[in-house]
């Protein structure tokens, strides 16, 4: 980066597949961990001691594409595999299993990772929610103290709750499951009519509550974490004042929530009062805004 905020393009690779669409780091920092959402394939790429990125070192790539276009695919989400992220859940000092939502299978899909080689082995499928479908599930998050993971289903407006299968840390088997199915939740009320799709799930850091978003509702759902078990119970369901939600972000304190509404080009911030959130009256223009996060600019959260 340049003195003035100017980013420069260090290194570039492949990924080797289409609609690259989730990026994380291992936990040793040395692999960046990709997702190819159309053609469900997962992989890494080594990092070198200068940030640049070397070529990928471990791909998997389960599916065939069999959508001839993007209407195609829009019309039967499920008519294929598709990844939408890969998380990572460590077990011991050199792996970690890695969680893969598979939105076109209806399953989170499991690997064993090593973080020295940066590769996976392939585990079982686990359901992502139980009752009629399609499900679509986007997003898992892990609860930050609780053995509890949470899964966001886009097409079913489900939040699947999962405990975290304490029966074997050694996760040696490929047919082990390494979380259970234990709660399910509706994200949008009962009456509901609108045609509705699930975007961002969150764990707040406190660990006490979850937050959803739902686009076609163009609400945030929230829902409160028992503290002893992890299971979830909607506190609220409130507009977010703009159409398609498509991401969400909660400053350090909690106390503001700044929502990018994708279809009507709006940034919208609520404050947190008494509970719950609230619009303050700001909204800025922002041409399809996707993704919005705080930073610190030097001590101000800005």
Sequence with gaps: ?????????????????????????????????????????????????????????????????????????????????????????????????????????????????????????????????????????????????????YVVNELSSQVSVFEWNEEDQKHTKSDFEAIKFVQKISTIPEDCKDCNTCGRIHVESTGKFVLVSNRGHDSIAVYKIDQKNGRLST??????????????????????????NQDTDTLVSFHRKNGVFVPTGFSIHCPSPNFVQFIECGSVSC
């Excluded at 080797?16 to 692999?31: E, I, M």
């Design 1 to 149: 980066m340049k003195p003035n905020g100017v980013m420069v393009p260090l290194s570039m690779q492949t990924a080797l597949g289409t609609s690259t669409c989730y990026l994380t780091l291992d936990k040793l920092g040395k692999k960046l961990l990709f997702v190819n959402y159309w053609d469900s394939s997962i992989g890494t790429l080594p990092i070198a001691n200068d940030g640049s990125l070397h070529p990928v070192k471990s791909f998997i790539k389960p599916a065939k594409v069999a959508s001839k276009d993007r209407g195609d695919h829009l019309n039967n989400r499920q008519l294929e595999s598709h990844a939408h992220a890969v998380v990572l859940k460590r077990v011991n000092e050199t792996s970690s299993i890695a969680f893969v939502p598979d939105l076109g299978r209806d399953v989170i899909r499991q690997y064993k990772y090593d973080h020295e080689e940066g590769t996976f082995k392939e585990m079982c499928d686990i359901l992502a929610c139980t009752g009629k479908g399609p499900h679509g599930p986007r997003y898992i998050e892990f609860h930050p103290t609780l053995p509890v993971a």
């Design 235 to 260: 506190v609220d369901i409130f507009s977010t004042m703009g159409e398609t939600p498509r991401h969400f972000q909660l400053n350090e304190s909690g106390k503001i929530l700044i929502v990018a």
